[in-house]
């Protein structure tokens, strides 16, 4: 139903920053961004509806800002002050629910995965 496609990765010193991008063959009601270590479970980093309504986990409150174009259907997390606890593979992920409300930041609701851009964080 719809393709998202990761890009923005890379490697970078702690203190620096990063921006990843997320592309959607469509528009999506709620987009997020989700990350996993290895040997860790995937975790939720921040979420946006379409009206622009933001949820942040508590390690990326105040540091990752996330936003989307929806004249280009792409999404976006600015990520600053990176700590070397933010190495993760990244995931951009998607659901066509339409609501007031805020988008989750639980894996499982969202059915819609990108493939992933690795962040390498270096101490």
């Known amino acids: 139903q719809v393709q998202l496609l990761e890009s923005g990765g890379g490697s970078v010193p702690a203190g620096g920053s990063l921006r990843l991008s997320c592309a959607a063959s469509?528009?999506?009601?709620?987009m997020g961004w989700f990350r996993q270590a290895p040997g860790k479970e995937r975790e939720g980093v921040a979420t946006i509806t379409y009206y622009g309504r933001a949820t942040y986990s508590d390690s990326a409150k105040g540091r990752f800002t996330i936003s989307k174009d929806n004249a280009n259907n792409t999404l976006y997390v600015q990520m600053g002050s990176l700590k070397p606890e933010d190495t993760a593979m990244y995931y951009c992920?998607?659901?066509?629910?339409?609501?007031?409300?805020?988008?989750?930041?639980?894996?499982?609701?969202?059915?819609?995965w990108g493939q992933g851009t690795q962040v390498t964080v270096s101490s």
């Open positions: 992920a998607a659901h066509s629910v339409s609501s007031w409300g805020t988008c989750p930041l639980t894996s499982n609701f969202y059915p819609s």
């Open positions: 469509r528009s999506m009601y709620c």
